[in-house]
Nanobody
């Protein structure tokens, strides 16, 4: 059983930066990929960024491309989301998730961390 714990959320002014972390624990942690998702009040959950665990191949939603960077530290079983040039529309609860296999969707989720961006 994989446990994911996010941290690093908070309140920031528009244009500011935050760095989210997601620490994973479990007997054997070797996912296919890790991802970040977000959900704002009244809106559907949105994929933000993902990274393959082995090769470090990244992907981003168009809404954050060029502003957010996802990275991972395999030795620490931790994935990060560096968020720069934050906008009010980036405000949401951010979740990290683990994807066990290539042919499966994300199946382990953290509890989420709140990001608030003031204009």
């Amino acid at each position: 059983q994989v446990q994911l714990v996010e941290s690093g959320g908070g309140m920031v002014q528009a244009g500011g930066s935050l760095r989210l972390s997601c620490a994973a624990s479990g007997r054997t942690f070797s996912p296919y990929a890790m991802g970040w998702f977000r959900q704002a009040p009244g809106k559907a959950q949105e994929f933000v960024a993902g990274i393959s665990w082995s090769a470090g191949v990244t992907s981003y939603s168009d809404s954050v491309k060029g502003r957010f960077t996802v990275s991972r530290d395999n030795a620490k079983n931790t994935v990060y989301l560096q968020m720069n040039s934050l906008k009010p529309e980036d405000a949401a609860v951010y979740y990290c998730a683990a994807r066990g296999n290539y042919d499966s969707w994300y199946d382990s989720w953290g509890q989420g961390t709140q990001v608030t961006v003031s204009s």
